[in-house]
């Protein structure tokens, strides 16, 4: 019995999965929380009511957040360890942005919301590079939640010669916008209607790259 039918017998394989969605909604459902809520509400709040959500709300939050992201990448290696030989396109470019977002998370976002939780004196410049690679990871989890998704229901096939066209282009794609997420600007992503259409539009080009390549 090889690796993958002995994962999947002992319902291992099920297991993973479970902890990989649990762990996924409470990492990508505070994501959308901060983006959504938080953050239009600290546009509006006053000070001294922002200063104390800052120091009791946030760190709870991004508590919650940066494990649920790391429990999120760890199950997800563990599924993908087992199914090395029938990787699809799909799964590799989820994959590939949910890594990514992970090491926002981690070496981003996190390192320079402590800065701000502290007071520190960084933490104005802080601020704005935590937000920026958090937009960049509300705009990264629409298409990978797509791709996830279509793996399952509507596969683009295993990655081989011929898928190489549209993997290298979509990987060509995600990194600008990753540089841009270290070193740019959030541009339309100020506001949320603007990465939620980002997100989209990302959404179809990724897809209408995979679909045409």
Do not use: C
């Not at 090889?2 to 017998?9: E, P, Q, R, V, Y």
Request: charged residues 10%; without cysteine.
């Amino acid at each position: 019995m090889d690796n993958i039918a002995l994962f999947s017998s002992h319902g291992l394989d099920y297991l993973f999965r479970w902890g990989h969605f649990l762990a996924g909604i409470t990492w990508i459902g505070l994501l959308y929380y901060f983006n959504f809520v938080q953050g239009e509400y600290f546009k509006e709040a006053e000070d001294g009511a922002k200063a104390n959500a800052v120091q009791k709300l946030v760190p709870r939050a991004l508590w919650w957040f940066r494990w649920g992201a790391m429990f999120t990448f760890l199950t997800g290696l563990v599924l993908l360890h087992f199914r090395m030989s029938g990787i699809s396109l799909d799964i590799t470019l989820g994959a590939l942005l949910g890594t990514l977002m992970f090491l926002n998370v981690w070496l981003i976002i996190w390192p320079n919301q402590k800065l701000v939780i502290a007071g520190a004196p960084e933490a104005a410049a802080a601020a704005p590079k935590a937000a920026l690679a958090s937009r960049t990871n509300t705009l990264f989890s629409l298409p990978m939640l797509f791709f996830m998704g279509s793996s399952g229901h509507m596969p683009s096939g295993l990655v081989t010669e011929a898928s190489m066209p549209a993997l290298i282009v979509s990987l060509v794609v995600i990194a600008a916008l990753e540089a841009n997420a270290i070193f740019g600007k959030q541009g339309p992503m100020t506001t949320v209607k603007g990465v939620i259409t980002s997100g989209v539009a990302l959404t179809v080009v990724l897809y209408g790259v995979v679909s045409l390549l």
